[in-house]
């Protein structure tokens, strides 16, 4: 389960879509029902250091690609890099995700544009004033009110020298990312009880402040990153006292017995 930190990221601040599904990119394909390219933030990568490539997506109107723990339905995003030697690939860096719905069904994933991020490093011994190609083989889901599983690939070209060159632009914009990802914060505690097909989650501020003001109409909410919760099922959030508060959530049928 996602802990306070990310909960508190998430529910309490917001980062708006780059731009907006019919935006015009250079560059871009298309795979059914999205449109898709490869970008860096940096123009040159240098020996031993780790350069960040970011994935933008840009979905037709009603359709959507999932997140890392899509919910009740849904295929997450999945990257197979093709390198060349000695360079290796980090993880999928994960964008925020959102609520979306596939047909009747409440899932976690990306409508509009989003960009996913990976860290690729090079090795120590990279040639110099030469040019590298990565290229990936991009396996997803579009849904709407039908699903189309697809696979697809895109490559980018850097050069290489002794240093890095950013481009400043997709670095604000990769930056912008980031500042979304959950992150160590001595300001929450967390704890969860689970009780039948009943999980209660409380977060606490910890300190000087109190939680922040919410309506019924736009209360916060709860992503679960390993399939715990139940997606499709309603979330009740409550404050208790000025310090903390309570989720009250519906447990998956598919959930680990001892999460």
């Known amino acids: 389960m996602q802990n306070s930190r990310t909960l508190a990221s998430k529910a309490w601040s ?13 560059g871009l394909q298309r795979d059914h029902h999205v449109q898709y390219e490869l970008l860096s933030e940096a123009t040159h990568i240098a020996p031993g250091s780790t350069v960040t490539l970011g994935l933008r997506i840009l979905h037709d109107e009603g359709w959507h690609t999932y997140w890392k723990q899509p919910g009740i339905a849904g295929i997450p995003t999945q990257f197979e890099w093709d390198l060349p030697e000695g360079f290796e690939a980090g993880p999928i860096l994960w964008q925020q995700p959102q609520k979306t719905k596939m047909a009747v069904y409440t899932v976690y994933g990306y409508e509009g544009e989003a960009v996913l991020l990976t860290e690729i490093t090079a090795p120590e011994d990279l040639p110099l004033d030469s040019e590298v190609t ?17 696979t697809t690939d895109a490559e980018i070209t850097l050069k ?11 670095k604000a914009e990769f930056d912008a990312l980031r500042l979304g990802f959950p992150r160590e914060s001595p300001s929450w505690k967390s704890e969860a009880q689970i009780a039948d097909n009943t999980v209660t989650l409380r ?16 209360p916060p909410y709860f992503f679960c990153a390993d399939g715990v919760i139940h997606s499709d099922a309603k979330q009740i959030a409550e404050k208790s006292g000025d310090s903390a508060l309570v989720f009250t959530l519906e447990r998956s049928k598919f959930a680990p017995e001892n999460p």
């Open 160 to 170: 290489t020298g002794k240093a890095v060159k950013l481009d400043e632009d997709l």
């Open 134 to 150: 990565f290229k990936t083989k991009i396996t997803w889901m579009m849904c709407a009110k039908k699903c189309v599983p697809s």
């Open 14 to 26: 917001f980062i708006a879509l780059l731009g907006a599904a019919n935006t015009v990119f250079a």
């Open 203 to 218: 977060v606490e501020k910890q300190g000087d402040g109190s939680i922040p003001a919410f309506s019924e109409d736009s």
